[in-house]
């Protein structure tokens, strides 16, 4: 009895996972990868920092107005020294404006809006 009820959570917390259309879910590597390169080339052709993508520690994506990317990830600067951050895309749909927060170990935080 006790094993029928922890799988019908197990399957539950699965069916949840899909289903949940607010809740932040995980992303692809592949796509984490090029989202977060499309917003590194967007910082560095505004004038930011020049950085490009290193590890993705983790990745999700959460359907929000729009949709916000959570990222923790190393990112290479010029002298391809990896820097460790934690990144937040969030793009509004009605105003197609997308806002990113970089919070890097040493750096602080860096924001940009396009
Ligand atoms: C990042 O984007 C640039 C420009 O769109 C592209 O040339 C490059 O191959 C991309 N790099 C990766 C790792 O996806
Ligand atoms: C950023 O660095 C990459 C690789 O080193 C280089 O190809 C690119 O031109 C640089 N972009 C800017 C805006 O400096
Ligand atoms: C790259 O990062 C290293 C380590 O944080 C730093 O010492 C160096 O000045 C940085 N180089 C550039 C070009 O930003
Ligand atoms: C950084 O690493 C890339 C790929 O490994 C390499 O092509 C590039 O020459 C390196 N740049 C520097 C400044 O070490
Ligand atoms: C940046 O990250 C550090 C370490 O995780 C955290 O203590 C700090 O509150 C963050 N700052 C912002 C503005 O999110």
């Known amino acids: 009895m ?3 009820i922890i799988f ?3 399957t539950l917390a699965v069916v949840n996972g899909f289903m949940c259309a607010g809740c932040p879910s995980q992303m692809d590597p592949e796509q984490a990868k090029e989202v977060l390169n499309n917003t590194l080339n967007k910082v560095a052709t505004l004038g930011g920092p020049n950085y490009s ?5 983790t990745a999700s994506s959460q359907i929000t107005s729009g949709v916000k990317y959570r990222m923790n990830a190393d990112l290479l600067n010029d002298s391809n020294q990896s820097v460790g951050c934690d ?5 509004t749909a009605a105003t197609g404006i997308t806002k990113a ?9 860096f924001k940009i809006s396009y």
Do not use: D, P, Q
């Open 8 to 10: 019908i959570l197990a």
């Open 101 to 109: 927060t970089f919070n890097c170990s040493n750096r602080g935080v």
């Open 2 to 4: 006790k094993l029928v």
């Open 53 to 57: 993508v290193g590890k993705i520690y």
């Open 87 to 91: 990144v937040v895309i969030e793009r």
